[in-house]
């Protein structure tokens, strides 16, 4: 039997009308404390909102377990309005109104760390040990000819094979560098024209050679998955929260989802090797993984099939008139989703 919890957030005023919110608990949008308290990201945007109805309103919350039931008190008038971190789907669309979209989502993976990769695996691929080949034959390549046409008997580049093609290479590798210590560099004018072009060329090869090696060293200080993405779970068993959508976006990635009530049971089931991993909205696993972290525990890089979360409404609610210009000015041209984004998920989400 649904337990309902009813919690008081802003005290009654004489004169001020009541209102009754129906939330789920969905951390970091809402988070429900044991003393029954709510916050997170959608409570504080509701908040903001109605502090700006021109009439004072008092605002309480009806916290439901789960979203059928959340739903179920929107659909049965139990509260007027719902929020939490409600996927907007044109099956739901049929039962309820919806507001204009206040945050975009995707779904996201759980799943056992990999070992972190070692510097050298990293470098030492096929991939970078061809980029440093090509990177070596153009220097030899750029020595000879710059030695061809500059070869003097007392000029920078000797007429002697050895000494003069090892100061062409020399002079290849500070000039594709950009270091120009300017001990050795061409007088001829053909010579200067070559300059040219290998400074344009060769910077760009040298500057490539670099960004690779050095997202090579990035890549072996990352922890990872060794699930990479939905299509390494085609065909195995995954947890997913009964009710929500990530149970149907499995299925259509053809994963065999397991329902679960709550995170800490689909980490349970995985952790004793019943799934093959943890399918929910991303934001939420992140939020799951600062505040539990586990070292045997990672975030797939790839993530899937993006969906919009929107205030939820019954059918032809006055309130969604009432609220949906402040939701939109808020989202669209306020300062304060900004920082509101930056309290509950940190800079760059």
């Known amino acids: 039997m649904a337990c309902f919890m009813l919690v008081l957030c802003v005290a009654c005023v004489n004169g001020e009308s009541e209102l009754v919110v129906g939330v789920k608990p969905a951390e970091p949008f809402v988070i429900v404390a044991d003393d029954g308290s709510v916050s997170g990201f959608s409570i504080d945007l509701l908040e903001h909102m109605m502090a700006q109805l021109e009439e004072p309103v008092s605002v309480s919350y009806l916290v439901d377990p789960d979203i059928p039931t959340h739903m179920a008190s929107i659909r049965d008038g139990k509260v007027d309005f719902g929020i939490a971190a409600t996927t907007i789907t044109s099956e739901r669309l049929y039962s309820f109104d ?13 799943a056992e ?6 510097l050298l695996s990293q ?13 070596l034959i153009y220097i030899v390549i750029v020595g000879h000819i710059v030695w061809f046409i ?8 000797h007429t002697s094979y050895i000494k003069g093609v090892a100061t062409g290479i020399w002079w290849a590798i500070v000039t594709m560098s950009t270091v120009g210590y300017g001990d050795v560099y061409p007088k001829k004018h053909w010579g200067k024209a070559f300059a040219a072009l290998v400074i344009i060329s060769g910077v760009a090869i ?6 690779t090696l050095s997202s ?22 995954v947890a997913v929260i009964a009710g929500t959508e990530s149970v149907t976006l499995a299925e259509e990635r053809g994963m065999y989802p397991v329902p679960v009530e709550t ?38 890089p ?27 000015k808020t989202i669209y041209e306020d300062e304060y989703h900004k920082q509101l984004h930056t309290k509950w998920f940190g800079v760059g989400e």
């Open 113 to 118: 760390k990999g070992r972190r990769p070692s």
């Open 150 to 157: 500059e070869r003097e008997e007392e000029g920078h580049f």
């Open 216 to 237: 090579a060293m990035v890549v072996s200080q990352l922890p990872t998955s060794t699930i990479q993405g939905p299509d390494d779970l085609y065909g195995r068993p």
């Open 263 to 300: 995170l800490d049971e689909g980490i349970t089931l995985f952790k004793e090797g019943k799934v093959d991993a943890v399918v929910h909205d991303t934001p939420l696993l992140k939020y799951y993984l600062k505040n539990n972290p586990d070292p045997k525990l990672a975030l797939a």
């Open 98 to 110: 919806f507001s204009e979209p206040f945050y975009i989502s995707d779904m996201g993976i759980i």
């Open 302 to 328: 790839q993530t899937f099939d993006r969906f919009l979360y929107g205030i939820t409404y019954p059918k032809d609610s006055p309130w969604c008139d009432t609220l949906e210009p402040i939701l939109i």
């Open 206 to 211: 040298f500057g490539f050679a670099i960004a």
């Open 123 to 135: 470098i030492f691929t096929k991939e970078i040990m061809g980029l440093l080949i090509i990177v």
